[in-house]
């Protein structure tokens, strides 16, 4: 199972996968998307030769978010304009207002510049030669430079010359990122062979190695609004998703998925997050639960930033932690947690408890039996804690959620109060 590999390879990954941890990620990232014998330099010259670029950083180099060609303009404004393809309203504006700013030539009075250059007679060989080659045409890159993360890795919108975005690459850099991407591959063109009416996924346009990194290159999806919570289609979506390998029912405590989880917890270094999951473990073992719980696949991150509604339709990419075997439900409680937190600037405690306490209004949708639903909540909470740690996500200064010492022993202490009075099944229904 692709899932299988992935997770058996996360505790040996974990030790040398930070090659590019100190200093800036982005003076680490750019010699290995344009190696051999590119010149990469920070600069405020304009000029370039046989074939070298400029780049513009946004909003600066000393907080980078995105790197776009300086040249041609319509490029540039295009890459800006799909920076964040499932934005709000007011991130729009902003956006669109760049992205005006940019085809104009205003933006690059006032960012700083990065200049890939070559010496005379030798031919440019960096990723947007590469891609160009792949793609049959002459294509320009920009990228966006994520907040640090285990799993960050090149993410490249990959663009035409008449300003088209034509394809997102992703450029396993470490042998962490290049399991994912790898991953993500197999994922997306199983997705593709399944019938769906609702969910829509990215074509794969080329996958393989690139001077030994790990290359994925998808076709753009379509613009549309940012998902609502109480979409419908979204509703649907996740249910297609839920099937994608089919479903299986069984008591919680005797599920391949639980006796995994509980080895995989043993398999984690001692420490004060290990106490906590073990102690919610045996909080849940000692519930019991006798209802039957229904297991399926899992996006992974359905968020509202790896999705996009439009024409009935519900758009979704970034596939690298699909998972099959799961309870059913996780990804609802994925997305009203971390978009309460991320979107909403909730803290992860709060969030996490208001999804136990709408768990019977969260989960209605999935079919989970409603003596299950608050189970299901407890489980993501566990399932999630688990990841980050394996990943390595505490110590490469992620996001507030993966900062588990500021949410996790609330929600294990309100898990254990819910168990005297009736167990995982709660009475909140």
Known sequence: MWEMELSNKRATLAADRNRLEGGSYLSAVLPILWPGQAQVARTSRWHRRNGGTVHLVLPSADKPKLLVPARPRRVA???????????????????????????????????????????????????????????????????????????????????????????????????????????????????????????????VLHSGTWRGHELLVQSAVDRGAAPQSDNPHLCEAMREVSRARGRTTATLTSSSYWQQTVRRVAALPNGEHKAALQRLVRIIEAADPVTGLEFGSSHGDWAP??????????????????????????DAVHFDVHGNVVLGGRTPAAAFDDA??????????????????????????????????????????????????????????????????????????
């Not at 992205?99 to 960012?111: E, F, I, K, P, Q």
């Open 305 to 330: 930033w790896n999705l996009t509604v439009a024409g009935g339709h519900v758009h979704a990419w970034d596939w690298e932690k699909f998972e099959s075997d799961v309870p059913v439900g996780f």
């Open 356 to 429: 136990l306490c709408r768990a019977q209004d969260l989960l209605a949708p999935f079919g989970v039996q409603p003596t299950m639903r608050p189970a299901v909540v407890v489980l993501y909470a566990l399932h999630i804690a688990i990841r980050y740690l394996e990943d390595g996500e505490l110590s490469a200064g992620a996001g507030r959620m993966s900062r588990l010492s500021s949410w996790l022993d609330s929600f294990v202490t309100a898990a254990g109060d819910r168990v005297p009075r009736g167990g995982l099944a709660g009475d909140n229904g």
């Open 77 to 203: 404004a295009s890459a800006v304009r799909n920076f964040k393809t499932a934005a709000s309203t007011r991130e729009q504006l902003v956006i669109k207002a760049l992205a005006a700013a940019t085809l104009v030539g205003l933006a690059g009075l006032v960012s700083d510049r990065i200049v890939i250059e070559y010496p005379d007679g030798v031919t440019p060989d960096g990723i947007d030669a590469h891609l160009s080659s792949v793609l049959g045409h002459h294509v320009w890159v920009s990228m966006y430079i994520s907040p640090a993360r285990a799993v960050r890795k090149p993410l490249l919108q990959v663009i035409g010359s008449d300003g088209e975005t034509l394809a997102f690459a992703k450029v396993g850099v470490d042998p962490f990122t290049r399991a994912l991407v790898r991953h993500e591959g197999k994922v997306v063109r199983y997705l593709a062979t399944q019938p769906t009416s609702v969910l829509r996924v990215p074509s």
